[in-house]
């Protein structure tokens, strides 16, 4: 990065100065052009003059001259003491030009002006385009290429955590060619781990299957064997456990096939009433909590609606284990974003805990009986389906008593 922006300085100092060189051979200031020099040695010049008649008539030849009094120049007493040490004098007039007073003899004076005090001024306007093609299109480009690498190099670096794949095209010809190839590395390095992570995860909770049939098919045996009644009671607890771990292998498999890479998503405008509705409809079906929906009349969105709805049925699944009565699913739609919230008037969640609850295999205190159930992944595959819609999730407190979740999908 020193080396692109040392290029760049580099550049522009070399370029002024061979601009400049290129101007003052095409375009060089006239004689008339000069700005007058009011120094000493201009001053100098006209009291040298004036002491010959030959430079009289030279000063006479090139400016406006006249003879005048002394007496008639009223000066403030530091001028007089410069006019009489020096032997020349200038001030300015009123339309700010400059005026020479030299003196001859004691008695007069040589008045020299008004001469007009003119800045340098370029006759024409091809030095500054020339000026402008040189520097500032080669900047402007120089400026453009690397903001359009900048742009491929930010969106590397949001996908180099692997949830998407990323391409950098032509990487020979940008400025980030080692950054560029640092992060392909890291990408490759990234997938392969994930695909390793994938590949482990379904081999293991393939490998649970096999035991966990073997176990139930010798528990279905044993049954019929056991006189004992206490027995039975161990039998249904290994039958619930058995239960369990293939319900988590399940749920370990959804979870792998998610998160190891975005899926491609089939959007497609839906009708997000209808969505709820239905998802509603199915877990209503057996529990005695009671669904209440604050829902508009039609609502349309551009989505994936089987992976919305896997997400919305998360939702009320987890607020079903918690209520106590009743569970509240409302959709709110405005000119920005669309809301949905699914609350319950159970427990609640401590807002310290908050920030666990979305990440994989976070399971809370009031969540490890048998009763509510539970892994701690339903809540992270709903924050996986909203982040591939780029929306975000909230966790808050309920009017009803419980906790507030809220998904808000930008338009």
């Known amino acids: 990065m020193g080396k692109l922006f040392a290029s760049l300085y580099l550049y522009i100092i070399v370029s002024l100065f061979l601009v400049s060189g290129v101007i003052e051979q095409l375009w060089p200031y006239e004689d008339t052009q ?9 001053g100098q010049s006209l009291w040298l003059l004036t002491q010959s008649p030959e430079g009289l008539d030279n000063i006479a030849l090139r400016f406006d001259s006249e003879i005048v009094q002394k007496q008639d120049l009223m000066l403030p007493t530091e001028q007089q003491q410069e006019l009489t040490q020096n032997h020349y004098i200038y001030v300015f007039d009123q339309q700010q030009r400059a005026i020479w ?14 001469i007009v005090v003119a800045s340098p001024v370029f006759p024409s306007v091809w030095p500054y385009l020339l000026l402008l093609c040189v520097v500032g299109i080669p900047v402007g480009l120089w400026s453009f290429l690397l903001w359009r690498d900048f742009a491929k190099l930010r969106l590397a670096c949001e996908a180099v955590d692997g949830s998407q794949d990323f391409e950098l095209s032509e990487t020979s010809k940008s400025f980030f060619l080692p950054i560029t190839d640092t992060l392909n590395a890291m990408q490759q390095r990234i997938q392969h781990l994930l695909t390793a992570q994938q590949e482990l995860t379904s081999s293991v909770s393939h490998e649970f299957r096999t035991p966990l049939a073997r176990l139930k098919f010798a ?8 006189t004992d009644e206490k027995a039975f009671d161990y039998i249904d607890n ?5 239960i369990e771990l293939e319900s988590l292998v399940k749920e370990m498999l959804d979870y792998a096939r998610l998160d190891s890479q975005q899926p ?5 405008t839906c009708n997000l009433v209808q969505l709820l509705e239905s998802v509603i409809a199915k877990l209503d079906f057996a529990t005695q909590i009671q669904l209440n929906t604050q829902l508009p009349q039609q609502c349309t969105y551009v989505c994936d ?9 998360n939702l009320v699944g987890n607020a079903l284990k918690y209520a106590r009565h009743e569970v509240r699913v409302s959709l709110i739609e405005n000119a920005q974003q669309v809301i949905i919230s699914v609350e319950d008037d159970g427990p609640g969640i401590e807002q310290e805990q908050w920030d666990m609850v979305f990440k994989p295999f976070a399971r809370l205190d009031k969540s490890r009986d048998k009763k509510t159930g539970g892994f701690g992944l339903g809540l992270a595959i709903v924050a996986k389906i909203v ?8 966790l808050s407190h ?14």
């Open 219 to 226: 528990l279905a045996m044993l049954e019929d064997r056991v």
């Open 101 to 114: 007073y030299i003196t001859l003899g004691d008695e007069k004076l040589l008045q020299v002006g008004p």
């Open 387 to 394: 982040s591939w819609h780029q929306g975000s999730c909230e």
């Open 264 to 268: 491609n998503l089939k959007v497609q």
């Open 34 to 42: 000069q700005q007058l020099s009011l120094d000493d040695e201009f």
């Open 398 to 411: 309920s009017q009803l008593g419980g906790a507030k979740f809220t998904i808000s999908l930008p338009k």
């Open 305 to 313: 609606s089987h992976f919305i709805a896997r997400c919305v049925q």
């Open 238 to 242: 290994m039958q619930q456990d058995i």
